[in-house]
């Protein structure tokens, strides 16, 4: 069963920190907010397993397959690396940035859920092995993350709004 709150969570994160950054940084555009949460939405990537299982494409390719290093950061990268050669060469740096910040805010969510063992997963492979202890904050079916995340999204939805009256205003002075 996919914990719709999980992804619901990391998407409406991934669009305060968009968000965030376009307020920061004026170059950056609404679409721009975009890449982010799709950065934080990939390393679920793996849940395509709910589609084609890993058995599937182990017979369909004749040798060993998994989807989960999706989840980890030699995954991450790897789908931030090919999703960004769909954008033109001028863009790509841009695209692997704002990706890669989405992602990195997954992999942070992540490390604060609540586990059975007191420990995260590998987020670091293949560089280690090595798994920090959970944070234990939520589990991934809890619905209070994403309306602290719908709250803050609310938030810096009107500070967007707020800081764009500004600087229209400025360039109309």
């Keep these: 069963m996919i914990a719709v709150t999980d992804v619901l ?6 669009y305060v920190i968009g968000t965030l950054l376009t307020i920061r940084y004026e170059r950056l555009r609404r679409a721009h ?4 949460m799709l950065g934080a939405l990939s390393p679920d ?3 395509i397993d709910l589609a084609f299982p890993d058995e599937f494409v182990s017979y369909l390719l004749g040798i060993p397959f998994s989807w989960a290093p999706l989840h980890l950061l030699g995954g ?4 931030t690396l090919f999703g960004s050669l769909l954008f033109a060469p001028e863009y790509r740096r841009d695209v692997v940035v704002l990706v890669a910040i989405g992602a990195l805010s997954h992999h942070a ?3 604060a859920l609540m586990t059975s063992t007191g420990y995260s997963y590998a987020a670091f492979w293949p560089l280690t092995e090595y798994r920090l ?3 234990g ?3 991934s ?8 995340a719908g709250l803050c999204a609310v938030l810096v939805w009107a500070l967007e709004r707020r800081v764009d009256g500004r600087r229209t205003a400025r360039t109309e002075n």
């Design 45 to 47: 990537f793996t849940k």
């Design 133 to 135: 202890p959970a944070g």
């Design 9 to 14: 969570t990391h998407v409406i994160v991934g």
């Design 33 to 36: 907010v975009t890449l982010v």
């Design 137 to 139: 904050l939520y589990l």
């Design 76 to 79: 991450t990268i790897v789908v």
């Design 109 to 111: 969510l992540d490390l």
């Design 141 to 148: 079916t809890d619905r209070w993350p994403a309306l602290v």
